[in-house]
């Protein structure tokens, strides 16, 4: 399984060289991105990623260092389909969103921006609930919904963490999460990656959680303060509890699994 990992700056003020959370799963030659923070289809068309092979979104939550990017990325796809002449591999490309609202805004701005936003290629926006959200013969998409966006109880959930699995190797994306235990139950079972945010958590926590649980790498994703602030510092401490396997991601890198 090959990520491509596109932004990896949580919710905090702009930083150097890091855009907000974002990544991409490349299997039986179609993308699957997971979140669309600002600028995620600028920085995977200028690594080489085909935006045109495009199969589907997966939105962990609404907040804006999540889905920022999402208008740019479907404009982004039109676009290359308008200049290249080319169609984009999927003619439908399904969009998994925990707030529909979200994405009618979003449509309504794509509808007032240029030609109409009519495309050669249909949005297909789905609500998650949890469980199975997509299977292919490539891919296989779990949500599983976490606390951080609080919700009534008789309310659907607003939040959401990932289990992907392809190529027979299984990654875990913790999205935004009020606190990792939360986590527990999901590697469980194993994972090759724990794509874990460090928005809300610190990384020596994070790493001593992770100690003994059978997580074969702990990349960790959607920096917060603490890892901006000094990034050496933090892998130091991280490896100095799991070794070599933990890495603090960056923009533009690629991890082959
Ligand atoms: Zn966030």
Known sequence: MKLYIL???SGTEPQPDRKHTSFVVEAGG???WFDAGEGCSYTAHTMGLDLLNVRSIFISHTHMDHVGGLGNLLWNIRKLSKVRKDLPKEKKIRLFIPCLATWEGFKQVLENTEGGFACDFEVEAEPIKG????Q???IKVTAFPNQHIKTEADSPPRSFSYVIES???TVVFSGDV???EELNEIVSAGCDALLLETGHHKVEDCCLWAKNKPIHKLLFVHHGREILA????CLAVAQGILGQKTDICHDRQEIQL
Do not use: H, Q
Not at 131 to 134: A, Q
């Open 167 to 169: 190529e027979g190797k």
């Open 30 to 32: 179609g993308l699957y």
């Open 178 to 180: 009020r606190s990792i």
């Open 131 to 134: 469980g199975t959200v997509f």
């Open 230 to 233: 000094d990034s050496e510092a």
């Open 7 to 9: 932004g990896t700056c």
């Open 136 to 138: 292919n013969e490539d």
